[in-house]
């Protein structure tokens, strides 16, 4: 007796399901098998990502989609996935060894800290202490008189949208406004990338891209940098990185924590490759005012798929504000504003005024102000004897320890009133490493890098 078609279709099921329950049963042994692996290599002190390893499985499985007909993205989207969650279960030993703190964390305990009464000497973020410009103010109460805060359009007002595009030599559609550099980044990123896609961070660098990736369940794959060699990307290692799930390469340059700024030829490099792999470039180029030798801007290349992000909170300390803004194609700016209208609707109205008043003033005092104090800071770690770079530009220098992890110094600071950043906050692998922001007066900083020159005297 022939079947049905209902019984051919719970036929189908049936199997469906039998298949579905073998998946499961293979990917739970894949991760036990990934756990005994990351405990090996706990106890090895070897590192959690192994580039080979991934390279090698990659090439696998794009041979095997081929044979079997499966597309190659889907295919590297489920790997990426199961890549992703053998790195969390690989690593879930060494986070309950300790936290990983960032310098938003430090950030937060020294507040709490404030709070108790403890004072504290903040070297940790970048806040600067001198002003926002007197119009910006001055703009926040017309913006009250006029009872001009309302909604706007999710891209920004016209009139802050026009200024933006003139400034930056770009057509308005161009142009989306955004609360702080920070969601120009998690905007750019969700709307971009997929799960089991991959982005690209040269580190070390400001943790959000990574944070925006791990946020819809992209990976994230890591570029590092080093002192010896002067903080510079490796061209061949990232043309070596890119496979067929790679997707986007963040850079993040005058360098949040280095203040390395490229030269034009490598930023000309890395613009071919991303062109020659189809990627979108993210630059986060929101220190790019305090750059202290020749910066070029990524939209200046005329690659159509790059997005430049920056903010007023540097240029102008204007960080309690909540503006930034990106820069990128029409079609891109499209995408990334239907993720600002799902999550926020848009930038308050009266900060969109005063970045607009803003605009007008010119923030070299400040950048001259900050020049100075870092030339400082470098004067005061040289006398401690502690390796470290110049910085290019940014607020910051990025110094190593002669000794000992970042995390026992900046916690023993922390006692003794002085918070400075983490150098593993800004990838797992600077752990020798710290952060000090030049964001206060130099009596300041006199005060609480003599304080980091006593402790690290007594842990000598």
């Known amino acids: 007796m022939p079947m049905g078609k209902n019984d051919e279709l719970e036929s189908l099921r049936h199997q469906v399901r039998d298949v579905t329950a073998q998946i499961m049963r293979n990917v739970q042994q894949r991760m036990e098998l990934a756990k005994q692996i990351g405990e090996i290599k706990s106890r090895l002190g070897i590192d959690v990502k192994d580039e080979k390893v991934e390279h090698d499985i990659h090439v696998m499985v794009l041979s095997l989609a081929d044979q079997m007909g499966m597309g190659r993205d889907f295919a590297l989207q489920l790997l990426n996935i199961l890549l992703s969650e053998s790195e969390q279960v690989q690593a879930q030993k060494r986070l309950q060894k300790g936290q990983k703190q960032t310098h938003m964390g430090i950030f937060l305990k020294a507040k709490q800290l404030e709070a108790s009464g403890k004072k504290i000497i903040h070297m940790e973020v970048g806040e600067p202490d001198y002003p926002p410009p007197a119009a910006a103010g001055n703009s926040l109460a017309e913006s009250f008189r006029l009872k001009q805060y309302h909604y706007t359009d999710t891209r920004g007002t016209p009139k802050l949208r026009s200024a933006l595009a003139k400034k930056e030599h770009v057509y308005e559609d161009q142009v989306m406004v955004t609360p702080g550099g920070r969601f120009a980044v998690f905007s750019a990123i969700t709307s971009l990338l997929k799960a089991g896609q991959e982005l690209i961070v040269i580190e070390p660098a400001w943790p959000a891209y990574k944070e925006c990736a791990d946020f819809i369940g992209a990976r994230t794959k890591v570029l590092r940098t080093t002192i010896e060699g002067k903080w510079a990307p490796d061209l061949k290692q990232l043309e070596e990185m890119v496979n067929p799930g790679t997707k986007m390469i963040a850079l993040n340059y005058p360098n ?96 969109q005024h005063a970045a607009l008043a803003a605009l007008g003033e010119d923030p070299s005092e400040n950048v001259r102000t900050m020049k100075k104090r870092l030339d400082f800071v470098c004067g005061k770690l040289k006398e401690m004897s502690l390796r470290f770079l110049e910085p290019d530009g940014a607020m910051y220098v990025y110094p190593e320890l002669p000794s000992g992890e970042d995390i026992l110094l900046v916690e023993k600071l922390l006692e003794k009133g002085v918070a400075i950043a983490p150098g593993s906050g800004f990838g797992d692998y600077y752990r020798q490493f710290v952060r000090i922001s030049a964001c206060q007066p130099e009596k300041t900083l006199e005060k609480g890098l003599d304080v980091m020159a006593s402790v690290i005297r007594e842990r000598a």
Do not use: C, W
């Open 256 to 351: 949040n924590p280095t203040g390395k700024v490229l030269d034009g030829k490598t930023m000309e490099r890395i613009v071919s490759i991303a062109k020659d792999n189809g990627l979108y470039l993210l630059s986060d180029e929101v220190y790019a005012d305090y750059a202290f030798k020749k910066f070029a801007s990524v939209h200046e290349y005329g690659y159509d798929r790059s997005i430049m992000v920056s903010s007023f909170s540097k240029r102008y300390a204007m960080t309690g504000f909540r503006v930034g803004y990106a820069v990128a194609a029409k079609d891109v700016i499209d995408r990334m504003a239907k993720v600002q209208a799902v999550g926020i609707t848009s930038v308050a109205e009266p900060m």
